[in-house]
């Protein structure tokens, strides 16, 4: 199943929110009424952003998370393929 632009321009709105990127958000905003989505959904989309900033934040710091250089994506894979993230460079990271 492949998402459709909408969708994809809405998660990038939230994504804006998270990354505190005005002109991404400027941006994304746009093209998600160019692909259908109302000011509603929109307004949805920035809600989820400002809720993922505000638990990563909690969370970062609650899971006291510092980057693991020595060990590989493929080990964290192996280690646990239900939950395929691990703290990296500059916090957390998820493995394709």
Not at 21 to 47: M, N, R, T, V, W
Not at 69 to 74: E, F, I, V
Request: with cysteine.
């Amino acid at each position: 199943m492949k998402l459709d632009d909408k969708t994809k321009e809405l998660i990038a709105v939230g994504a804006s929110i998270t990354a505190h990127c005005q002109p991404c958000l400027e941006y994304h905003s746009k093209k998600a009424l160019e692909f259908g989505s109302d000011a509603e959904e929109i307004a949805e989309a920035i809600e989820m952003g400002n809720r993922v900033r505000f638990i990563s934040k909690q969370a970062e710091s609650a899971s006291g998370c510092k980057p693991d250089k020595t060990r590989t994506s493929a080990a964290v894979r192996k280690e646990n393929p239900m939950f395929p993230f691990f703290c990296g460079p500059g916090g957390w990271w998820f493995l394709p």
